[in-house]
C-alpha cells in the first residue's frame, strides 16, 4: 500500500520505538535541569519576526537564507522559531521575570524550524532541549550550565563526546578586533562576492565557513580569544578555572563563533566522533546583551541547546540506544549551596559536579543575596538541605548542612561532605 502523499523534505514521522527514545532523553534532560534549579517555560512555535532579525543576526545564515518566514491575513510577518534563546528573553521581558530572585532559571523542549539542506540528524523540523539561566554574569553560571550538559551526555552513556570553549568578547571588546579580522579576510581572494558582503557585517561569521581554500585562510587569522580585554580575558580564565576544578575535560577551540549574532563571552560546543564531519550534538554561551536588543534592560544570560535527533543518533552510534534512566531524581533540587566566601566557589562548584555524578540534583545560590535571603529562597523553593559555605566553615575546610525539615544543622569536613549528601540523600544517613 503506498499513500499519495509524502512527509516534506527535511521532515519525518516520529515512530513508536524513537517515540520511547525521545521519552527517555527528554526525562533524563528534565530531571538533570530541574535538579539544578530550572523549571519549565514553553513559547509559541511562531514569534514577530522582528525578534530573529534583532537577535540571531541578519548577516546569519539562520535569517538570511533558512527561516521560514510568511505573512498572516493581517500582513504581520512571522517566523516559526529558528531557536529557542530569543523567544525565552522575550517571554522574560513580557511576563516581568527581573521582579523574580535572579538569576532565572528555565527549561523547554520543542520544534524549531531551519530551512536547510537535511542530512543526517540534521532535519528541517527538528527537536530541541535547553535551558536558560538569566539574570547573572558570574562565571559560575558559565561553569554550572556547561556541567549540566555534558552530565546529560554522560547520562546517556554517549562515548566520544568532547567539549570545545572559547571566549568571544564582548560588542565593545569586538569592535576593534572585528575590523583588524575584516581587513585580513578582505585582502585574499578566496571569497565569492556574497561572503565579502557577509564578512563587512560580521567577518567572524568566516570561522563557521568550510571550503577548503577559506579555511586555510581563517586559520592564518587573528583570532577573538588572543584580543580579550582584561575584564573578558579574567572571565574566561575563571570558568576554566572552574572546569579544571571539578576535572572537566575541553579543548580551547579559537575558531569556535557558533551560528548566532547575540553571543558574547563563553561560547561552547559538545561534539561527538560518533557523528563524523557534522559532529556537533549541543551547545551554546553567554548573551548579555540580548535582553537589551529586545527592549529589555541590560541583563547577562547564559544557555544551552542540544538537537534530539542528534542525541538519538549518536546514542545508535554508541550503542547506548536503549539507556535507561537509572540515576535521574528528577524534581527540584535535593541541595542549594549558599555561598558567602568567594574563594569556596571553586570547591563548591566541583561538589555540585560530584552530585551531579551521583544522579542528585544540586545548584549554587548565585544571585548575590544575604544568607538570610539565600535561606529564604531555599525555604520558597522546597529544597530540603542547604549546604552554607562562609569564611567562618572556609576557614576550617567545612561546610554547614541545614535540614530544612528538621531545622536542625551540622558542620561536615569538606573532604567527607560528597559522602555525607549522598547519604542523606538516599535516607541511609546513620
Known amino acids: 500500500m503506498e499513500s499519495r502523499f509524502q512527509v516534506p523534505r527535511g521532515t519525518y514521522d516520529l515512530l513508536p520505538a524513537d517515540a520511547a527514545r525521545r521519552r527517555r532523553i527528554v526525562a533524563e534532560a528534565r530531571a538533570l535541569a530541574e535538579g539544578a534549579g530550572f523549571g519549565q517555560i514553553d513559547t509559541p512555535i511562531f514569534e514577530d519576526s522582528e525578534l530573529f532579525v534583532r537577535t540571531v543576526g541578519e548577516a546569519t545564515d539562520i535569517v538570511s537564507k533558512e527561516t521560514y518566514t510568511f505573512e498572516d491575513r493581517s500582513g504581520r510577518s512571522l517566523t516559526l522559531r529558528p531557536e529557542g534563546t530569543a523567544p525565552v528573553c522575550r517571554a522574560y521581558i513580557e511576563h516581568g521575570m527581573h521582579k523574580l530572585p535572579q538569576p532565572v532559571k528555565l527549561w523547554y523542549e520543542g520544534p524549531m524550524f531551519r530551512y536547510e539542506a537535511p542530512q543526517s540528524g540534521r532535519f528541517r523540523q527538528h527537536e530541541q532541549f535547553g535551558v536558560e539561566a538569566i539574570g547573572s554574569d558570574d562565571p559560575t553560571l558559565d561553569a554550572e550550565v556547561i556541567d549540566l550538559l555534558g552530565h546529560l551526555y554522560a547520562r546517556l552513556d554517549l562515548s566520544g563526546v568532547r567539549l570545545h570553549l572559547t571566549s568571544?568578547?564582548?560588542?565593545?571588546?569586538?569592535?576593534?578586533?572585528?575590523?583588524?579580522?575584516?581587513?585580513?579576510l578582505l585582502r585574499s581572494d578566496a571569497f565569492d562576492a556574497e561572503q565579502r558582503r557577509r564578512i563587512e557585517i560580521n567577518p567572524m561569521r568566516a570561522f563557521d565557513w568550510d571550503a577548503a581554500e577559506v579555511r586555510a585562510v581563517t586559520d592564518e587569522a587573528p583570532k577573538m580569544v588572543d584580543r580579550l580585554a582584561d575584564d573578558d580575558r579574567e572571565h574566561f580564565e575563571e570558568v576554566r578555572r572552574l572546569l579544571d576544578g571539578a576535572?572537566?575535560?575541553?579543548?580551547?577551540?579559537?575558531?569556535?563563533?557558533?551560528?548566532?549574532?547575540?553571543?558574547?563571552?563563553t561560547v561552547f560546543e559538545f561534539r561527538s566522533e560518533a557523528l563524523g564531519a557534522q559532529s556537533g550534538i549541543g551547545g551554546g554561551g553567554r548573551y548579555d546583551r540580548l535582553i537589551e536588543q529586545i527592549g529589555g534592560d541590560r541583563t547577562p544570560g547564559i544557555g544551552w541547546a542540544t538537537g534530539l535527533e542528534r542525541i538519538a543518533q549518536a546514542m545508535g552510534a554508541s550503542g547506548s540506544a536503549?539507556?535507561?534512566?537509572?540515576r535521574a531524581n528528577g524534581g527540584g533540587p535535593r541541595f542549594l549551596f549558599a555561598v558567602t566566601e568567594p574563594a569556596a566557589r571553586e570547591r563548591v562548584f566541583r561538589a555540585v559536579s560530584e552530585?551531579?555524578?551521583?544522579?542528585?540534583?544540586?545548584?549554587i545560590d548565585?544571585?548575590?543575596?544575604?544568607l538570610k535571603s539565600q535561606m529564604k529562597h531555599a525555604a520558597r523553593a522546597g529544597v530540603p538541605w542547604v549546604v552554607i559555605v562562609g569564611p567562618e566553615e572556609w576557614s576550617r575546610d567545612a561546610a554547614v548542612v541545614r535540614d530544612m525539615t528538621a531545622h536542625s544543622q551540622e558542620e561536615v569536613a569538606l573532604s567527607a561532605l560528597r559522602r555525607e549528601l549522598v547519604t542523606r540523600a538516599r535516607g541511609a544517613k546513620g
Request: aromatic share 10%; charged share 40%; proline share 4%.
Open 322 to 326: 536503549e539507556a535507561g534512566l537509572t
Open 168 to 184: 568571544i568578547g564582548t560588542p565593545e571588546s569586538r569592535r576593534e578586533y572585528a575590523r583588524e579580522l575584516r581587513e585580513f
Open 247 to 265: 576535572g572537566i575535560d575541553y579543548e580551547v577551540d579559537p575558531r569556535l563563533v557558533r551560528g548566532l549574532d547575540y553571543y558574547t563571552r
Open 366 to 370: 548565585l544571585g548575590e543575596r544575604s
Open 355 to 363: 552530585l551531579r555524578e551521583e544522579g542528585l540534583g544540586a545548584t
